[in-house]
């Protein structure tokens, strides 16, 4: 069987998988054509938003050269073979770059939870060791936790901030002269 080729010589096969790759991981980063037009031009291989178009749409497609083969590989941190390759082999190299991006943010979600988890233990001994501040801590976390999920949290470390908002943490401390319990680190 004769493979059809292009007039320059190359199977009409690599330059249609080209063109579907592109599109597809265009897509996928939820880039336009003009995203992708700016990117090429960054990456030294300069072409214009219609060309990529038609490239991935036109009719009759858009010539693909080697410069820019070279730039979409690099715009998508792919290989040229692999730019080259049928779609389905980019798809399921796709999908596992994004299934081991998913596992680090999990991983780094899971560290997170347990670093709050620590964190949230050591305020509840503490408490425990003075539960005069109980209301005062549980309203200061109450408060945080709001203002972050409104966007609104700021990290205030001077005692004066609590104060003008009615929230006298540090100073009870102070007025109390309560030291802070100490614990062994595990």
């Known amino acids: 069987m004769v493979e059809a080729t292009s007039p320059r010589g190359l199977p009409v096969e690599a330059e249609e998988n080209a063109a579907a790759r592109i599109r597809a991981l265009r897509e996928a980063h939820g880039w336009s054509t003009a995203t992708v037009a700016e990117r090429m031009t960054k990456a030294g291989h ?80 503490t408490l425990a060791a003075t539960p005069e501040l109980r209301d005062v801590v549980e309203g200061m976390l109450a408060e945080a936790v709001e203002a972050e999920e409104r966007g609104e949290f700021r990290l205030a470390l001077a005692p004066e901030a609590h104060e003008e908002e009615g929230i006298a943490h540090l100073s009870t401390m102070a007025r109390l002269r309560t030291p802070p319990p100490t614990f062994d680190e595990p």
Not at 106 to 119: L, P, S, V
């Open 46 to 125: 300069p072409i214009n938003q219609s060309a990529v178009w038609r490239i991935e749409s036109g009719e009759p497609r858009r010539r693909i050269n080697l410069d820019e083969a070279i730039g979409f590989a690099k715009v998508f941190d792919i290989t040229v073979e692999r730019l080259i390759a049928p779609p389905d082999d980019a798809a399921v190299e796709y999908l596992n770059r994004l299934i081991h991006t998913y596992i680090a943010t999990w991983r780094a979600a899971d560290a997170t939870r347990y670093g709050a988890a620590e964190i949230r233990a050591g305020i509840d001994a």
